[in-house]
Nanobody, 126 residues
Framework: QVQLVESGGGLMQAGGSLRLSCAAS????????MGWFRQAPGKEREFVAG????????GYADSVKDRFTISRDNAKSTVALQMNALKPEDTAVYYC???????????????????WGQGTQVTVSS
């Protein structure tokens, strides 16, 4: 099993940047995939970005792929989400998630991830 803890959320003006971090503990094997999701009030939890522990393959939602960058430090079992050019519509609770195995690509459905952090609030003002 894996335990996930997010940090780095906060308040930021539109156009600014924030860097989120996810610390993973427990067993994180090379086949694991780490993902970032977000959920705004009244909306479904949506995929933001994902990365494989092995190889660093990444995937992004269309809404963020030109602005956000996901990265990982395998030795420290941490995953970061660098968020640039923030927009008010980026406001949401951001969740770190992990999938124990993935045979293809980066899963984008919330239901394909087994482990979840408690979330960190990101608020972007105009």
């Amino acid at each position: 099993q894996v335990q996930l803890v997010e940090s780095g959320g906060g308040l930021m003006q539109a156009g600014g940047s924030l860097r989120l971090s996810c610390a993973a503990s427990g067993r994180t094997v090379s086949s694991y995939v780490m993902g970032w999701f977000r959920q705004a009030p009244g909306k479904e939890r949506e995929f933001v970005a994902g990365i494989r522990w092995s190889g660093g393959n990444t995937g992004y939602a269309d809404s963020v792929k030109d602005r956000f960058t996901i990265s990982r430090d395998n030795a420290k079992s941490t995953v970061a989400l660098q968020m640039n050019a923030l927009k008010p519509e980026d406001t949401a609770v951001y969740y770190c998630a992990a999938r124990g195995s993935a045979s293809y690509g980066i899963p984008t459905s919330r239901y394909n991830y087994e482990y979840w952090g408690q979330g960190t609030q990101v608020t972007v003002s105009s």
